[in-house]
């Protein structure tokens, strides 16, 4: 499997096409590892086309969620449970805090897969978590005030991660072992080569190599014909709020939340970053956008959605608006990932379709594709995630019965 190639100017061992969360922990993970029979680390290339770190993507907003009970689906949890080792080893090698934890609520009516399937997989793989009921969150956290039906499953390793903080380690780490990242160089094109690797031209040249892994977000389906109508950018919307008591919504007393209402599915997080509660509604109103020309505005019915949601069920948090950001999902029809090798070039892998919870998994998700990139396989169960899905269902796959918004 392995096709690694001589040294020059302008040849890689690997190429990685985009370097947002993804990208980024695939070139470092790529940039440690050893070539084959030689002493020397893979030669690795990660282009991308925009900043680095930016905030054109999905890959930035201060925080993002971090949590073990996955009501999505249970395979997710030793994927999870590897992410965090990772998390924590490349804290140790920058001496930053980027991962930080004060546990999630998982929480919805309690039929409902928000809070089922959270417990189920807590109960599959033997997660510590608590049940609460809404008046016991609320005795707890006074920050939340839920419908009285409703069902909470707290689990304390549940937390935060700083994106943009996150891709400057990956990169810089990178960089040390010798990698090297191209910001601001927008690829035009891939194509295999006779001798079996990759061609790569971009908006400033050509560079070839033995594997190549894309990693583009909401670009890759422009770069991989297979995913057009399999991960699709959709706009998504964040604003952060004011507390009206802030004490209520800092991490030592607010967990992060990913909670079912009959407004639809919200997550949300204590003030870190921005002087807000941070609120974001799944699926914000399901707009599919074009990712070179997206709307990066936000509007009054914007702001209207969250603050509402707001008003009723965090309402010591519903102050003055601090910030209102547009940013972008890439949806799979299951809303599952999609990690695979190309079904025709087994030199070429890819990750996309990462449908607003993907974040959290770049760590392990770097893991894999460095597996994928040299190995052609990996040790991970990503069978959930594999391509062929879509072909075995007809080319469609539904929703996680979970997701109602």
């Not at 599959?124 to 006074?142: A, D, F, K, M, Q």
Request: aromatic residues 10%; positive net charge.
């Amino acid at each position: 499997m392995e096709r690694f190639f001589l040294a020059s100017s302008h040849t890689y061992d690997v190429i990685v096409i985009g370097v947002g969360g993804m990208g980024s922990a695939t070139v470092y993970e790529l940039s440690r590892r050893r070539a084959t029979g030689s002493r020397r680390n893979l030669r690795v290339l990660g282009l991308e086309q925009f900043d680095i770190p930016h905030d054109r993507g999905s890959s930035h907003g201060h925080t993002r969620i971090i949590r073990l009970a996955y009501y999505e689906h249970p395979s997710y949890v030793p994927l999870l449970l590897r992410s965090y080792e990772l998390w924590r080893e490349i804290e140790k090698k920058v001496g930053e805090e980027l991962l930080r934890t004060m546990g999630s609520v998982d929480a919805s009516p309690p039929g409902h897969d928000v809070f089922k399937g959270s417990l189920l997989s807590c109960e599959i793989h033997g997660l510590r978590h608590e049940v609460l009921t809404s008046r016991e969150l609320t005795r707890r956290y006074p920050g939340y005030h839920l419908p009285a039906e409703t069902m909470a499953l707290l689990q304390p390793d549940g937390g935060f991660l700083l994106p943009e903080r996150c891709i400057v380690s990956f990169v810089e780490q990178a960089q040390a072992k010798g990698a090297a990242i191209h910001g601001r160089e927008r690829v035009l094109g891939w194509d295999v080569t006779p001798g079996g690797g990759v061609r790569v031209d971009t908006d400033r040249g050509s560079y070839e190599a033995g594997a190549l892994v894309i990693t583009a977000g909401a670009w890759t389906r422009t770069l991989i014909p297979q995913l057009k109508r399999l991960a699709v950018p959709e706009r998504q919307v964040l604003a952060w709020f004011q507390p009206r008591k802030p004490g209520l919504f800092q991490p030592e007393t607010f967990p992060v939340f990913n909670l079912h209402v009959e407004e639809g599915r919200y997550y949300g997080f204590p003030v870190h970053g921005v002087p807000g509660f941070k609120v974001g509604r799944y699926h914000h109103l399901g707009e599919p956008i074009d990712p070179d020309s997206p709307d990066r505005g936000c509007n009054p019915l914007d702001e209207q959605i969250l603050r509402e949601f707001t008003d009723k069920y965090f309402p010591d948090a519903s102050g003055p608006t601090m910030a209102l950001k547009a940013c972008m999902f890439t949806n799979s029809p299951d809303e599952h990932f999609i990690i695979d090798v190309h079904p025709s070039h087994p030199q070429v892998s890819f990750a996309a379709g990462f449908s607003g919870h993907g974040y959290k998994f770049c760590s392990v998700v770097g893991e894999v594709m460095a597996d994928l990139a040299t190995k052609g396989a990996t040790r991970h169960d990503i069978a959930l995630l594999r391509l062929g899905r879509f072909k075995r269902a007809g080319g469609r796959a539904r929703r996680p019965t979970g997701i109602k918004s």
